[in-house]
């Protein structure tokens, strides 16, 4: 602590960090003074006393969120979490452990191990433990208010998340993990690990995290700041349909699908959703467009200004470039034609004209019948098996479940340009992406990839990926899960579980209030019953609470009608682009990965629930919830949420019981 302050006060003696001696040193001393800055508030949060082989005795080595070194001795004081001995604190109890040092593996005993919470330079507490790092420690930081942004976890990472933090050999690793295992945050701890790990070589310019949305980019941004490193870029899939189709044709985003999906399910639409979502389809588009070019290219003659290039040279000049995609091709042979025929002219006497370029192109292009990506595409549903699987929405929008096909063929027809200063790509809700869409991204990311999401967490089940419908694009992929889930407390876990089971799950054991299904009597009741809820949410100990409806229409009704009541909240819509605290209303498709203490689902009535989607909207919605869930609704109660007036010992998981009247309203209990 003694070093740590010295240095504090003499920051411009910190050794520089990556990248810091490219002309950045201003901004690299502030990194470094922030660094310094966040030692002093918390210089470290784990010890573990190692007896290396040989040794005469156990060495004690602290674990901070940053390397700290003393400056006169050079001696390290505090390791950085991602050092190589610090996996022996998330790795190994106490007695025989190793690690991999630089010298190669070090094997030895752990002979005790310490957990701390230091918080503005003041020691909370402290835990001896020889056991994983769980149990106390990990209780009392879950049990604590969700903030705004997403935190770091370095002190508490489990054995198997730090398996997948630490994993340097996967070229392409999926993880599939329960709602609330980590999986973000455990992607943005891998990014800082491959960050410290790889410094010499990878920067954040290199890294890029495909996410959902704006509002949780916007809530996952202080993580990787928290550890010492910088933010990295963030893209969408909405982003990516811009750059490609924005003059080639309007398409249906991917929320616009999703809303009108939630209105209505039209049956032969979730025909073609699901046929464009199969692994099986890429290949058949592949090969399809690969096809086009041997059978459907026909050399000719090409004449201008009384010049001649013959079809013989055509197809020969044409057969110099196999590899590239048609449109690229037919485009090189243009511009050899033109340079050709261009010279001959002159060497006559002739002039060219841009006319005369114009004309060779055009001569060049009519060599193959399709004029772009989009005719291409459109053809290959001219075959009579996939007829009727091409329906625009209008003259010029194309639906969503064509957008990427669309992309994807404009990528094997025509060179297109690809992201490739990166190195590392984040893939999160890997589930609620195509393979055709990862057959883009592979075609557009040739670099490493950390893909990760929840089978059960899809937004549209008519065209949801599992891990191994992704491993079909990424044969190389390596596939981990995790099953344990931090977020929520027993009760709300096992509540969840009725509704979308999913048997791998294993709850952390922590218990709070059971979720409650508040039953109203009219709509006007069911508002006054929320306003209710919001009252007892403003006298807990709580601070986040997030009302989470089933669309983003019922969101914005609910919305005005509580603010004009006097509520203050923050309405996240899809135009929105930052997460706030306090009081959010929002739909369940927008809460995908953000998390709340307490939970208010509104009118989880029949209607309002009834089928495959609905189902999967309710089970995200109510895995939002940390500490506390209550729903409420008028009329039937939804088919998903039967359970929960069972009386106890009815239900298979969780314990339930019969509903009790309160006031207008009955409140069923569960877990
Ligand atoms: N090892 C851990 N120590 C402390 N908290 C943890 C740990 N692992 C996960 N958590 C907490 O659990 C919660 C869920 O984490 P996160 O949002 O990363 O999960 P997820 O799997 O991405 O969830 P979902 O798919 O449901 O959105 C967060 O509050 C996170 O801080």
Redesign the pocket.
Do not use: N
């Given at each position: 602590m003694d070093a740590l302050a010295r240095h504090g006060r003499r920051r411009e003696g910190e050794r520089p960090r990556r990248g810091e001696h490219l002309g950045h040193l201003g901004r690299a001393r502030g990194h470094g003074a922030k660094r310094i800055q966040r030692l002093l508030t918390s210089p470290y949060f784990g010890r573990v006393d190692f007896h290396a082989s040989g040794d005469t005795e156990a060495r004690a080595h602290y674990l901070g969120v940053h390397n700290f070194s003393d400056p006169q001795t050079q001696e390290i004081v505090v390791h950085d979490w991602r050092a190589p001995v610090s996996s022996l604190y998330y790795d190994f109890e106490s007695g025989e452990a190793f690690f991999q040092a630089p010298q190669g593996i070090a094997h030895g005993e752990i002979t005790g191990k310490r957990q701390y919470k230091i918080q503005d330079g003041r020691l909370e507490y402290m835990f001896e433990s020889a056991l994983n790092?769980g149990d106390d420690v990990?209780q009392r930081?879950?049990s604590q208010s969700?903030d705004d942004k997403?935190?770091n976890?370095v002190?508490?990472?489990?054995r198997e998340?730090n398996a997948v933090i630490r994993n340097e050999t996967a070229q392409v690793l999926i993880l599939q993990?329960?709602?609330?295992?980590?999986?973000?945050?455990?992607?943005l701890h891998r990014v800082a690990f491959l960050l410290y790990r790889f410094k010499d070589t990878l920067s954040s310019d290199n890294i890029m995290i495909l996410s959902p949305n704006k509002v949780f980019g916007d809530y996952i941004a202080n993580v990787l700041p928290e550890l010492g490193e910088e933010q990295i870029a963030e893209i969408d899939f909405t982003t990516i349909a811009g750059r490609f189709l924005a003059n080639i044709t309007d398409y249906e985003t991917f929320s616009e699908q999703v809303v009108n999906l939630l209105d209505r399910v039209d049956d032969a639409a979730a025909e073609r959703m699901r046929y464009k979502a199969t692994p099986e389809f890429v290949t058949l588009l592949d090969a399809w467009i690969s096809a086009r070019t041997d059978e459907e290219f026909t050399p000719a003659e090409i004449v201008q200004k009384n010049n001649r290039l013959s079809a013989g040279w055509v197809a020969a000049t044409f057969g110099q470039s196999p590899t590239l995609p048609i449109f690229t091709r037919l485009d090189l042979l243009a511009d050899t034609a033109v340079h050709l025929l261009k010279q001959q002219a002159s060497d006559r006497g002739r002039t060219w004209t841009a006319a005369d370029t114009t004309a060779v192109r055009r001569q060049v292009r009519a060599m193959f019948p399709h004029k772009d990506a989009l005719a291409v595409y459109k053809a290959f549903y001219s075959h009579p098996a996939r007829r009727g699987l091409f329906k625009p929405l209008g003259r010029k929008k194309v639906e969503y479940a064509d957008a990427f096909p669309l992309i994807y063929t404009m990528i094997r027809t025509s060179r297109q340009e690809s992201y490739g200063r990166i190195r590392h790509l984040l893939i999160?809700?890997m589930q609620d992406y195509t393979p055709i869409q990862y057959a883009v991204v592979r075609e557009l990311f040739s670099c490493r990839m950390t893909i990760?999401?929840?089978a059960n967490?899809s937004v549209n089940p008519f065209s949801s990926s599992s891990p191994s419908t992704i491993r079909s694009i990424f044969p190389e992929a390596d596939c981990l899960e995790?099953r344990k889930?931090?977020?929520s407390t027993t009760e709300i876990t096992d509540f969840a579980q009725h509704i979308s089971r999913n048997d791998k799950i294993v709850p952390v054991e922590r218990h709070g209030r059971p979720p409650q299904v508040i039953a109203c009597t009219d709509q006007k009741g069911q508002q006054a019953q929320i306003l209710a809820l919001i009252e007892q949410h403003r006298n807990s100990e709580h601070k986040s609470l997030g009302i989470i409806c089933k669309t983003t229409a019922q969101a914005t009704t609910l919305y005005q009608a509580l603010a004009e009541a006097g509520v203050e909240l923050t309405l996240l819509d899809y135009d929105s682009a930052e997460f706030a605290g306090g009081i959010v209303i929002t739909s369940a498709h927008l809460s995908?990965?953000?998390?709340f203490d307490t939970v208010i689902v509104p009118q989880v009535d029949d209607t309002n629930y009834a089928n495959e989607m609905d189902r999967c909207m309710l089970y995200?919605a109510c895995?939002?919830a940390?500490h506390e869930l209550h729903l409420t609704h008028d009329g039937p109660v939804s088919r998903f949420l039967t359970f929960a007036g069972q009386p106890r010992g009815d239900l298979g998981v969780g314990h339930g019981e019969a509903g009790e009247i309160r006031d207008h309203a009955t409140v069923a209990r569960v877990g």
């Open positions: 790092i990990l930081e879950l969700a997403m935190k976890i002190a508490t990472i489990q998340q993990g329960v709602a609330g295992s980590g999986k973000t945050s455990i992607a999160d809700e990760l999401g929840d967490q995790l889930s931090y977020r995908k990965g953000l998390e995200i895995t939002r940390m």
